[in-house]
């Protein structure tokens, strides 16, 4: 089957309208996770407990066509119980590598900041390099593979903050947000007598996924928007008001989801609105601020939001041309 750019938002609708009969509203998060999908990056969901992000990951899940698995991360959850374990067999005299959870497609780390940090690091290879490393034999983890983390927020009791280096591994942080009113009545008539997740089916199978990935990589990008993403990356590294700013994997990162940004809203190319739209969930998780900023109580959404502004957008005369 050949598939064109065109299949990248004919995909993408199929799935939102399956996580619809489950997800009242949200399209938003719905679009943004599917940027993920198609990015091969990891999603982190942040957000207070019983607000839907559990069902909004199952229902991602349950709409492709690949393997999942599920870890309810506690505080006395273990390195070994995410990768796996070798134990012995006593028919053979070896040990036997028998492969944990991490070991499937779409993978649900549900309250990830419920674990120590020792734990929470033992996903780090698997989200970077896609593999595991176990008693010194490596192990590829099959494609797609995508972590979708829930977490709490850190003021919550019980919770560790995630460190640094594994927020960095997270493509985009998400908020899902109170249900409007009407909504929220949807919400009680749609799961009145069942739970409407059991009934869901796929729409897009593992090997698409992949495919419809590469397609994304075909948009185009302009030099003068690849200028104007490489400026809004800048803007943070020298900004007094950030201790730590944007690092080069976070520049692909806002490159490679504009792409397929674009492409899930029918664009053969990259538009500025793209980038903007981007800013906060590619961005906001990877940077620090300063001393001084954070006694003010100001967070890093708040100083990125104002960056963003303060950066000169390009003309459209300057790169339409190219884009058609």
Known sequence: MTLHI?????????????????????????????VALFCQGHVLLEDVPGIGKTTLAKALAASLGCSFRRIQFTPDLLPSDITGVSVYNQDTHQFEFRPGPVFGQI?????????GPRTQSALLEAM????????????????PFL??????????????????????????????????????RQILQRFR????????????????????????????????????????????????????????RGTLALYQTSQALAALRGRHYVIPDD???????????????STRRRLRGEAAAEILANLVAQVPVPVEEDWGKGAT
């Open 147 to 184: 972590v979708l983390a829930t977490q709490n927020p850190i003021e919550l009791e019980g919770t560790f903050p995630l460190p640094e280096a594994q927020l960095d591994r997270f493509l985009l942080r998400l908020a899902i947000g109170y249900p409007n009113p009407a909504e929220e």
């Open 193 to 248: 007598e069942s739970d409407p997740l059991g009934d869901l089916a796929p729409v897009l199978p593992s090997d698409e996924v992949l495919a419809l990935g590469r397609l994304c990589r075909q948009v185009y990008v302009h030099p003068v928007i690849e200028g104007y993403l490489v400026d809004l990356v800048n803007a943070t590294r020298t900004s007094p008001d950030l201790a730590l700013g944007i690092s080069p």
């Open 275 to 289: 980038a903007q739209a981007l800013a906060q969930p590619v961005l906001a998780h990877r940077l620090i601020p």
């Open 128 to 143: 970077q390099e896609r593999q595991v490393t176990a008693d010194g034999t490596t192990y590829a983890l099959e494609q």
């Open 6 to 34: 065109e299949s990248v938002q004919q995909a993408g609708q199929r799935v939102r309208e399956n996580i619809a009969r489950v997800i009242v509203g949200k399209d938003d998060v719905v679009e943004l996770m599917l």
């Open 107 to 115: 993978l649900l780390a549900d309250e990830i900041n419920r674990a």
